[in-house]
């Protein structure tokens, strides 16, 4: 779930040539309401191929789970943005389609609480009883709590680190952080981590391959 995926060839879009073009099933599109999630974003392409890139095609980037089938469901706009009334009905959608993993690389501002969010609440807990896994960011905010719906009962939460092991600067974190993974970006000022080098260099980043208008930009 987030900006759509660059998964077909539809005017004025492109698939991404780092997909097969059968990895991907029938999703939806929570913001225009049509049954095309073609991202005008790039952030969800982004997820998706780090999920999902092809291997051995002479392309940049490999995806960590390349064998899987991807339901692109789009519930962000092309800034970026989205609601939780949106982002409950594309779980809801995705759960009764029998998605195994739910992947939610989406925050709410860490100040937002359980009783603003009470749709994407029961949303995530109806995804639990279909047996789907929620995956949520815990936030790029870099506060010391976890973000909705990161921080939600059952909900799988991922923070980032850097190139040097360290907590990323951006990552939220604290109680309910579940697991984290390279993120990039420069190192958070933890006290007593001697991997965290806030005062050096930056690590390097993260790259990404997505479609900036008509061509391949990397």
Same mark, same amino acid.
């Given at each position: 779930l987030d900006t759509g995926v660059a998964y077909a060839s539809r005017t004025p879009f492109k698939r991404s040539p780092d997909f097969?073009?059968?990895?991907?099933?029938?999703?939806?599109d929570f913001v225009d309401r049509d049954p095309f999630? *073609? $991202?005008?974003?790039?952030?969800?392409?982004?997820?998706?191929?780090?999920?999902?890139?092809?291997?051995?095609?002479?392309y940049g980037l490999t995806g960590l789970a390349y064998g899987v089938k991807v339901?692109?469901?789009?519930? *962000? $706009?092309?800034a970026g943005e989205g609601n939780a009334t949106d982002i409950a009905a594309g779980i809801r959608?995705?759960?009764?389609?029998r998605a195994?993993?739910?992947n939610l690389s989406l925050e709410f501002d860490a100040d937002v609480t359980a009783a603003d969010i009470?749709?994407?609440l029961q949303a995530i807990a109806y995804a639990r009883s279909k047996g789907s896994l929620v995956v949520a960011a815990s936030g790029n905010e870099g506060q010391a709590r976890v973000a909705y719906p990161a921080r939600a009962y059952g909900v799988l939460s991922v923070g980032a680190t850097t190139e040097h092991g360290c907590l990323s600067e951006f990552s939220n974190g604290g109680r309910g952080l579940d697991l984290v993974a390279p993120g990039g970006g420069a190192d958070a000022a933890?006290?007593?981590d001697a991997n965290c080098k806030p005062g050096e260099t930056p690590g390097r980043?993260?790259?990404q391959v997505t479609l900036l208008g008509r061509d391949l930009g990397v």
């Open positions: 097969p073009a059968g990895q991907f099933t029938r999703g939806f999630p *073609l $991202d005008r974003n790039g952030h969800g392409t982004h997820v998706a191929g780090t999920i999902a890139e092809a291997t051995n095609n002479g339901m692109p469901v789009r519930v *962000l $706009d092309a959608y995705a759960a009764r389609k195994q993993v739910i009470p749709q994407l933890l006290t007593g980043n993260i790259f």
